[in-house]
Structures are given as structure tokens and as C-alpha cells.
């Protein structure tokens, strides 16, 4: 609730310091050929979505950046495959293909016909979130197999390193998440898939809070990424449910009669139950760490919000906003750990629904 309420005062205060902005250009009769305002939200979203190369920093007007490949498959010209240094930082065109600016494509490639018209190809680019989710896979592998390996050599030493980390992670999900929900029968055959969405969650969640390469990418606030793992879920969910689960969703026990004939109403509610639980799976990953990432670049722009009114009051609200962002960063640790927490937690719950056996009561005479 707290979080809730310092968002919301940000959010006032942004909108106060747009007001008063706005209100100061038109008493100083300012024209159109002024220097172009600081766009809080432009720098916001362009820190937070996908791009076709992975920005360093910038020195002055040089850009020092990761060229990443662009891969297309055009309807009109076939396969093209080139780096993404050729767009010059999306400034330029290369081979009629270019990053648009506007429009319904507004931060894709498109493509350039004779007629000026713009055709959107098959895109197969490894952008910045695809570079992202590799170098996590294999950082997730060499951490796990590291361990795996240890225990093979010798299972009753110590922990240390890592894995004095990772192993009493392992056990909590084990014992706290996967048992509870599962039961004893049942959890050894989620627990892979379980300890293999926390850890990618909760690693992703910590690499997008790191403000250089090989961290900065916002994967885990990548709807598309959630949906995947959301997908995941419901697949697994779906096969493994067995016959009374289905009946349950098709004639739910305790029901009256009327709400289920003429009209299914019930049998639809909870069939829609089914696919509602991914789309909350997926928007609530998306949008708690979206969200973290906003707050925080959010005080930033505090400082270049004031700074237009004076240098002092660009430094004096630095202070506060540095403090606050670090304020911020310290909480997205926690949130990290809790949005893999709750990922990993509802989808056990999920799978024992799928699982659980309804047991059939004999009718009292």
C-alpha cells in the first residue's frame, strides 16, 4: 500500500512539473524553433521495450552500443540478414529496410517499397531481450551444472560458493512451494519444471536491475516472455488434468440445476477459468516488474524535469531523487524474489487442481 501511494504522489508530481513547464513556455512567449523539451516519457519507454541493438552509454552525440543481427524475411524481397549497426541508431535506411518512427510499426523494421509504401517482413532479429534470454540461459546452465557436478563428486561435502546459495533455494521450493501443493506422490514430477521457472524468473528479475551489460534488459517486463512462460504453465495444467478435474469444470458438483441447463451458465464461468489463469500468470509478472522499472527511471527524470527550471533546483531535487531511486532499487530485490515466489507458487497450485481427486460420497436413503 505504501508503494501504491509514493507511485501515486510521483505520478502527481510529474504531472505538476509538465503543468508548470508548459505553463512557462507560454508566458515567455516561446516558439516552435526552441530547443525540444525533455520527454519523461520517451526516455521511459525507451530504457524499458526491445530494440535492435543493446545501448551502452553515450558520450555526447557517439553512441557506444552492441550491433545485434537483423534478420528478415521480406514477401517482396526474400531473406536479408546484416547487423544493426547500418540503421546508424535508427537514424537511417539500409537496403529499403529501416526502423520505423511512427505509425502502426512505430520500433520495427520495416521495409521500403517503390511507391514509398511500408511492407512489415518476417522478423527473426536477435534483439536486445533475445541476447538477453541466452546469455541467461547459459549462465543458468553453468550455475546448475557447476552444482550438479559437485554433488556427483562427493553429495556429503559442504556446500560452499554458489552453492551454499542456491541449495537452501532449492530446498525452499522444495519443501514450502512444491510439497505443500503437490503432496508427497506428486511433487517429484513438478519440481523440475517448478525449480526451472523460479530460477529463470527470479535471475532475469536480477539482471534487469543491473544498469550495464550483461544486465539493463527488461525480459521479465517483456509481456511476450511472460505469455511464453504463462503458456507453459497451462500446457502442463491442461495435460495433466485428470477426468475428474475436467468433469468438475464441465458439471461442477453443488450446483444447481438451473444455472447449468438450459443455459451453461456455470460450465462456461469455469471453462473460462481455465484460460483465465495464464492471462494472470502473465500480466502480473508483466506489470509488476514494468512497473518497478518505471517508478525508478521515473526519479531520474525528476532531476532533468527541475533542471529545466534552474541548475539549483535540478541539484537540490537530485538529492532526494538518487535516494529515493536507491530506495526503489533495494525494494525491486525484494520484488524480484516475490514475483518468481508467486509465479513458481500458483503454478503448483494449478497442476494439484489438475490433479486432485474428488471423492464420490454414497447418497444418504
Known amino acids: 500500500m505504501r508503494v501504491t501511494k509514493l507511485f501515486t504522489l510521483l505520478l502527481i508530481l ?31 519507454f525507451e530504457h524499458i521495450k526491445d530494440g535492435y541493438e543493446w545501448h551502452i552509454f ?52 520495416v521495409e521500403i517499397l517503390a511507391d514509398g509504401s511500408e511492407l512489415k517482413p518476417w522478423d527473426f532479429s536477435i534483439t536486445k531481450n533475445v541476447t538477453s534470454l541466452l546469455l541467461s540461459i547459459v549462465f543458468i546452465l553453468w550455475v546448475f551444472l557447476s552444482i550438479a557436478k559437485r554433488y556427483s563428486e562427493n553429495y556429503a561435502r559442504a556446500p560452499k560458493g ?21 503432496g508427497a506422490k506428486n511433487y517429484e514430477r513438478f519440481l523440475p519444471f517448478l525449480l526451472t521457472i523460479f530460477f529463470f524468473i527470479f535471475i532475469n528479475n536480477l539482471l534487469g536491475l543491473v544498469p550495464f551489460f550483461p544486465g539493463g534488459a527488461n525480459l521479465t517486463g517483456n509481456i511476450s516472455v511472460t505469455l511464453v512462460l504463462a503458456l507453459f504453465t497451462f500446457t502442463i495444467t491442461t495435460i495433466n488434468g485428470t477426468s475428474d478435474y475436467w468433469m468438475h469444470i464441465i458439471n461442477a458438483p453443488g450446483i444447481p440445476w438451473w444455472l447449468k441447463l438450459p443455459f451453461p451458465l456455470m460450465p462456461i464461468v469455469e471453462l473460462l477459468g481455465v484460460f483465465t489463469k495464464p492471462f494472470v500468470l502473465t500480466i502480473r509478472l508483466f506489470a509488476n516488474i514494468t512497473a518497478g522499472h518505471i517508478v525508478a527511471l521515473a526519479f531520474y527524470c525528476l532531476i532533468f524535469i527541475f533542471a529545466e527550471f534552474s541548475s539549483v533546483a535540478s541539484v537540490g531535487v537530485s538529492v532526494i531523487s538518487v535516494a529515493f531511486t536507491i530506495f526503489m532499487s533495494i525494494l525491486e530485490l525484494l520484488v524480484a524474489f516475490i514475483q518468481a515466489y508467486v509465479f513458481t507458487l500458483l503454478s503448483a497450485i494449478y497442476f494439484s487442481m489438475a490433479l486432485e481427486k474428488h471423492e464420490k460420497h454414497a447418497e444418504l436413503h
Do not use: W
Not at 510529474?14 to 526516455?43: H, I, Y
Open 58 to 109: 553515450k558520450v555526447g552525440q557517439t553512441h557506444v552500443s552492441i550491433q545485434l543481427p537483423v534478420l528478415v524475411y521480406s514477401t517482396h524481397s526474400g531473406f536479408h540478414a546484416f547487423m544493426s549497426g547500418n540503421f546508424h541508431h535508427g537514424e537511417e535506411m539500409y537496403d529499403n529496410f529501416k526502423i520505423a518512427k511512427e505509425g502502426k510499426y512505430e520500433g520495427k523494421v
Open 14 to 44: 510529474l504531472m505538476v512539473c509538465s503543468s508548470l513547464l508548459r505553463a512557462n513556455d507560454e508566458t515567455t512567449g516561446k516558439n516552435s524553433e526552441a530547443p525540444e523539451k525533455f520527454n519523461v516519457g520517451k526516455l521511459i
Open 162 to 182: 554458489i552453492q551454499s546459495f542456491i541449495e537452501p533455494v532449492i530446498l525452499f521450493i522444495r519443501d514450502d512451494i512444491a510439497r505443500p501443493s503437490l
